[in-house]
């Protein structure tokens, strides 16, 4: 549970939050001793007429930080001979604003230009964030006690109500990507909050399939009804307590995936109250544990927060937590190669039922 809320300015002006477990942390004597040049310009949306969805375009993203030694790691604590992004010596869960955003907040949302007739350009509005987990570099989200997870869970209700508030932005999620298998450029464990300026492909999906479903059942909801459901079938329930259920998805894209939700519907993660988010991390630390266990190895993932929309359609959605590895085998990875890439028409390889069973075997 968060102690103390601390928040700075680095030397480029952006923010960062210290959130401490306990409330005697120092953090006010620790400034940011570089010098560092203006954020970078931000990335635009272009609108893609053939398919109806926005693609954020941020060419400085290429030369973001990439594999650094673990002695210039820039998610590590400050050493005398190191100023990484956190100026403190140690710190607990730690939040700032990404060097390199997808999104930004520091630009005006007005300036929309069109590229052709069809192709209208804006900014891309909003905002990226960093969080980091621990200052332990060699650690893990899945070796977190369980009180660090509560207090992440804090550091995200804080945040997602903060940039949910920010203007023009439709949806904020929070995410992990585990393992270079995924892309991962930086091995400290950490995730990321994006706020996004437009409903994202996926959620509008999910918005179409729950407002039909609300109309033809006079008002369900949809995820309740599928929750509901598993939990009445189980042979694809992985693991479940008081507050939460976790699931393979009666038709899973990946090879493992697992969906973890509250057992009431809740809108977002500050909607989550104190019994539920104590609830979340045993749960969660146990499944994490199933997935490396899978191969006896460390499962490269993403693990991904769906959160209901800020605007139009928010009272259809339903908290949940979408984790999932591409790995199918010890040895085999599973890429989106034809069909899914340009169809968008998933293969899995492995029956959900054999996923679910495999995991809840796995300990
Ligand atoms: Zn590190």
Not at 38 to 43: A, I, K, L, Q
Not at 102 to 118: G, P, Q, V
């Amino acid at each position: 549970m968060i102690a103390k809320r601390t928040a700075i300015r680095l030397s480029d002006g952006r923010e960062l939050i210290y959130f401490d477990e306990t409330p005697d942390a120092d953090r006010d004597g620790w400034p940011d001793t570089r010098h560092l040049p203006p954020p970078p310009p931000t990335s635009q949306l272009r609108y893609d007429p053939l398919v109806d969805e926005w693609v954020a375009v941020a060419a400085h993203r290429q030369t973001r930080t990439f594999l650094p030694p673990s002695d210039k790691c820039p998610l590590c604590p400050s050493t005398p001979d190191f100023a990484s992004e956190i100026p403190a010596p140690d710190y607990g869960v730690v939040v700032f604003e990404n060097q390199f955003p997808s999104f930004s907040d520091r630009i005006k949302a007005d300036e929309i230009t069109e590229l052709t007739d069809l192709v209208p350009v804006r900014p891309g509005v909003g905002r990226c964030e960093v969080v980091c987990f621990t200052s332990d570099h060699n650690s893990s989200f899945g070796a977190l006690t369980p009180e660090r997870v509560r207090t992440v869970v804090d550091a995200l209700a804080d945040r997602t109500t903060e940039m949910s508030a920010l203007p023009g932005v439709a949806q904020v999620f929070p995410f992990e990507n585990r393992g270079i298998e995924i892309g991962v450029t930086l091995s400290h464990p950490h995730g990321q909050i994006y706020a996004y300026p437009m409903v994202p492909p996926h959620t509008q999906a999910t918005l179409r399939a729950a407002q039909r479903h609300a109309e033809l059942t006079g008002g369900r909801n949809l995820y309740s009804d599928v929750l509901e459901a598993e939990q009445k079938a189980q042979v694809r329930v992985v693991a479940a307590n008081e507050h939460w259920t976790a699931y393979v998805p009666a038709a899973s894209r990946w090879p493992f995936e697992i969906q973890l939700a509250p057992n009431r519907q809740v809108l977002d993660i500050p909607a989550l109250t104190g019994a539920e988010r104590d609830a979340f991390g045993p749960i969660y630390l146990d499944i994490l544990r199933r997935f490396d266990a899978l191969f006896d190895r460390p499962m490269p993932y993403i693990s991904a927060w769906h959160q209901a929309v800020t605007g139009e359609g928010r009272e259809l959605g339903y908290l949940h937590l979408q984790l999932f590895s591409v790995r199918r085998a010890a040895d085999k990875l599973k890429y989106l190669a034809g069909s899914e890439s340009a169809m968008g028409a998933f293969i899995n390889d492995i029956v959900p039922e054999t996923a679910a069973q495999l995991l809840r075997d796995a300990l």
